[in-house]
């Protein structure tokens, strides 16, 4: 440890024991998920830990420790991204009933596997795993641009495949209005 870090310490430490319960029910509250919460907290603590010693020249530490926290819980969101299958874009989940989306759902590992691998691979990762495109894009070395436009054929390939192969149709307002599973 070195002395810059032996004299921060008692500062960022102090702060820490004041604001950590009510920073963690914060972010609990604004998440909703209590290990992503732990996860910003230890994450707004280890930004707090790389102020070093200017963490003692902070004014009011509960008002950074907070922006620090706002900061990371805003960023989650933008990275958690919902996608819907491209053939259910528009559906209200009212007009369908639970079993009909519950047995179209059981089609498409099917038509997944159907796919050729890099259509399957890139909706796997961005739409069913969550993976951000800027990951897949870093991963596979390509560029963002590049990611969503396979991403965009890759959809539209599986709404093919899923209205031949499941024998989905689609009513007068270009809605899912049933289908016809295959064995």
Not at 68 to 77: F, P, R, S, T, Y
Request: aromatic content about 4%; charged content about 25%.
């Amino acid at each position: 440890m070195t002395m810059r870090e032996h004299n921060a310490r008692p500062c960022l430490m102090q702060a820490w024991e004041h604001h950590e319960n009510q920073l963690a029910h914060w972010l609990r509250a604004q998440t909703h998920d209590e290990p992503l919460a732990q996860d910003l907290l230890h994450e707004v603590f280890i930004r707090a830990m790389h102020q070093d010693e200017r963490f003692c020249n902070i004014t009011n530490t509960k008002a950074w420790l907070f922006r620090v926290a706002g900061n990371l819980v805003i960023d989650q969101a933008r990275k958690r991204t919902t996608l819907a299958l491209p053939a259910m874009d528009d559906i209200e989940q009212k007009q369908l009933g639970d079993t009909t989306v519950d047995n179209l759902t059981n089609c498409l590992p099917r038509v997944l596997n159907e796919l050729e691998p890099k259509d399957s691979d890139i909706l796997k990762a961005c739409d069913i795993h969550g993976m951000t495109q800027q990951q897949y894009a870093n991963q596979h070395e390509l560029s963002l641009p590049a990611v969503k436009s396979r991403l965009q054929r890759a959809r539209t390939k599986l709404r093919q495949q899923l209205t031949s192969s499941c024998k989905v149709i689609l009513d007068e307002n270009q809605k899912v209005c049933c289908f016809t599973p295959r064995d």
